[in-house]
């Protein structure tokens, strides 16, 4: 995806980021333990659907991510 795309209507802004996040989330479910289980702890049914989807995508904290290293 050329980062300097232009869109001429919102929809297609929000479509493609939707996309991006699709793709970023399926990469997350299949290789990343820590954010598989954090997903799967939403109740959220992956993929998302729409934008406002994304309100009940978890936050991560520092400490989540120093704890799971560890």
Partial sequence: MNASRQF????E???S???RLRA??????DS????RTKLERTGLNLPVGEML????LPFTTKQELATDQE
């Fill in 53 to 56: 989807d994304l309100a009940a």
């Fill in 24 to 29: 970023l989330i399926r990469v997350l479910q």
């Fill in 8 to 11: 001429t209507h919102r929809g």
């Fill in 17 to 19: 980021q939707l996309r």
């Fill in 32 to 35: 990343n333990p820590f954010y």
């Fill in 13 to 15: 802004l929000e479509e």
